[in-house]
Structure formats: C-alpha cells, structure tokens
C-alpha cells in the first residue's frame, strides 16, 4: 500500500481524477510523474494541434483508452486527467481496469463551483468551458458520489484526503539535482546559467565556441538548427561591478559592411526570436565596436542638411537591409526562369533562356522557391 499517498492507496492502479472543468485536476494530476498521466486534454491536442478542440475529442478518447489499456496490461500506475463526471465515460474506464485486473480508485475533486467558475475567467479562449457547462459539470459530479462504488471502483477519495505534496517535491527534487550534479555527476554545469534565462529547451542546441575572440574576452556561444543560428556572448561585467548577462550578435545599424560586431543584451528567449526574425535590427540598445551605440548615431550638430543626410543614409541602409531577402529570392526565380546562374544584373541577355521570349518557352518551377519568404517579409521600419 502506498501509504504517503492515502492509507487505502495502491502502489499500482487506475486513478481516474473526477470534477468538473476548473476543479484542479490538472494541478493534482501533475504530482505524479508525467509518464503515467493520460490527459485527455493532451491528447485533444494531439489530435488537432488545439487542446481546446472539442471536435477532436472522440479521437482523442481512443487514443486515451488505447494508451490506458497498454498501460494497465503491463500493471503500471496510470492516472486519468479528464472530467469523469459522467457514468457512461467511466464505465470505459473501469472495465479497461477489470480486464487487467488492476484496482480502479476514483478521486474526487471537489473544488467548491464559485471557484471553477471564478477560474475560467483567467483561461485562454479555446480552453475557458462555458458556465452552463461547468454546473452541468459539477451537479453531476455531485450526484455520481453515491455511485461509484456500485460501478465498479474500488475505492472512492476526497482529493483534499491525498497527501502528494511530498511526491512532487521529491519528484523535483531528484530533477534539480540531476542539472546541479549535487548527486555525484557533473550536472548542466556551464548550461546552468543559459538555462536560468532561455529555459531548458534551448539547451541541446547550445554549442559554447571556446577560443572564439568575437566578444573579446567573453566567452562566446551558438544556437543553430541548419542554416538558421545566432551567436551568444556571456558578458560578465556589463555595468563594471561585476555582473553577468548574455548579449545576442545583431546586423550592424549603421553599415551593412561592417568590420565590427553590433551586439544588444538578451534577457529572455523572446528576446533571441526577436533578433533571429529581424525585429531589433534597429534596437536602441544596439552597440557595434566600431561606431558605438545605435542610439548616440544621429549627430549632435544644428546643422540640417547634416541632420537630413543622416537620416537619409540610415533609411537607406533599413531599406537595403529589408529589401535583400526578397532581392535574393527574385534572383533565385530568375535562375529557375532562366538558366542555372541567373546575373546578378538580371540582365536578360545574359540568360540561356531569354526573358523576351515567349512566356510559354519559358521553364516553370514546379514550386515558387521563396513564395514563404515573401508571405513573410514586411516593410522596412520607419524612422
């Protein structure tokens, strides 16, 4: 018996959680390691790349008794995480339990209805469950209490009776110590402080370029998945008293041949997708070694038509910027158009194939090389 959980718990059983949308199921559900939750959520989204779908829920119902009946036939713990208020879906369940002979144990979460209500106010839409529904969902878990044992479970808890606090903490614990190598390995070691601030899921792309001189000093490092990457740098005295942050390898503002590197800090992952889609090119925090801070470019002068053929040249250099991913593209589809090295001058008579021509001699690509670059190209920002 598996006593730190409830006196009347088994080590290994069908815990089907049951209540209503909002109750807290999920958070319960969470106490137990992932593998031996079935969410019927999760699955939904599975299905139908929405969590929130209910037309994907029959699909997502077989998925959920597929998964617990392989479970269950190999005598493994498996907690059910979906509403259960209702006899026929639970029946499912229980004779999943029967055929294998595992106890079935129905955990009630009772959360009060003004609460699972209250909670749908702060859920997204496609996950917040109309009120109606939510007390069609709360009656009937009320009135199935009576029940359930004559249904067929073995035993009937009050989530509220459970002790898993003490599973959860130990479940995080044993992570924790695996990333620190307090239990005798090396831990993430030098990925502790990349995962503090971009989160774990970056941390199988992370490449430290030790003996790179980019950042000077700094210790530099790569994100990459094939021909999209950026460039980190661990900066460990940004304010001169000591303290560490990362900076992000950004296109210099002021010169696209620049001998010098532009950098601007990176706090959060968003702050990386910013820079890998273009979105603080012009970011005022930007710094490039060999013209200074973007924000100090403009000159400090009451001359106007210096003032005016500053700015000239910075839109230029944005449009520039912002023009060549559709430039290159153009020229790709010309070489396709044309020959196999369309001229860089696009100038027709340069082709195999000429332009003027007709257009019925021309050679069709069977798929628009950059039709998705330029779905997602956007004009350059004003200044």
């Known amino acids: 018996m598996n006593t730190l959980d409830h006196p009347d718990f088994p080590k290994n059983a069908l815990v089907v959680l049951i209540g209503p949308a909002g109750a807290g199921k999920s958070v319960l559900a969470d106490t137990w390691p992932p593998s031996q939750v079935v969410s ?116 009937v808890i009050f989530s509220t009776s459970l002790y898993r606090l003490e599973p959860l903490l130990r479940q995080i614990s044993s992570i924790r110590i695996l990333e620190l190598g307090t239990g005798g390995d090396d831990g993430l070691g030098d990925l502790l402080l990349p995962r503090r ?15 790179s001189t980019l950042a000077g000093d700094d210790r530099v490092a790569e994100i990459r998945i094939g021909q999209q990457y950026l460039t980190l740098a661990l900066r460990t005295d940004i304010d001169g008293e000591g303290s560490v942050g990362f900076e992000v390898l950004l296109p210099c503002p002021f010169d696209d041949e620049c001998d010098g590197e532009a950098w601007a800090p990176a706090h959060t992952v968003t702050d990386l997708w910013a820079a890998l889609t273009g979105d603080r090119d012009r970011d005022s925090d930007i710094v490039c070694t060999a013209h200074g801070p973007f924000n100090e470019a403009a000159p400090d002068t009451g001359d106007t038509i210096q003032l005016v053929h500053w700015q000239g040249d910075l839109v230029a250099r944005q449009a520039r910027t912002a023009f060549a991913p559709l430039i290159q593209c153009l020229s790709a589809d010309l070489a396709v158009l044309g020959s196999a090295e369309a001229p860089h001058d696009l100038d027709p008579s340069a082709s195999s194939t000429s332009l003027n021509a007709p257009a019925t001699s021309w050679p069709i690509p069977t798929v628009p090389r950059c039709r998705t670059l330029r779905s997602a190209w956007t004009a350059p920002p004003a200044v």
């Not at 829920?57 to 995480?81: F, K, Y």
């Not at 601030?197 to 003996?211: H, S, V």
């Open 40 to 155: 019927l959520d999760g699955l939904r989204g599975v299905m139908a790349d929405d969590c929130g779908d209910q037309s994907a829920t029959a699909d997502a119902v077989d998925a959920m008794l597929l998964i617990v009946n392989r479970r269950l036939a190999r005598g493994l713990n498996t907690v059910v995480d979906a509403t259960s208020v209702f006899a026929d879906d639970r029946a499912l369940l229980i004779d999943a339990a029967k055929t294998h002979n595992m106890p079935a144990i129905a955990v009630l979460v009772s959360t009060p209805l003004s609460v699972c209500l209250e909670r749908q106010q702060t859920r997204t839409a496609n996950r917040s469950v109309p009120e109606s529904v939510v007390t069609a969902q709360h009656q009937a878990m009320v009135h199935s209490h009576p029940n359930l044992l004559s249904e067929g479970f073995n035993d």
């Open 197 to 211: 601030y971009f989160g774990p899921e970056l941390l199988p792309l992370w490449r430290w370029k030790d003996g």
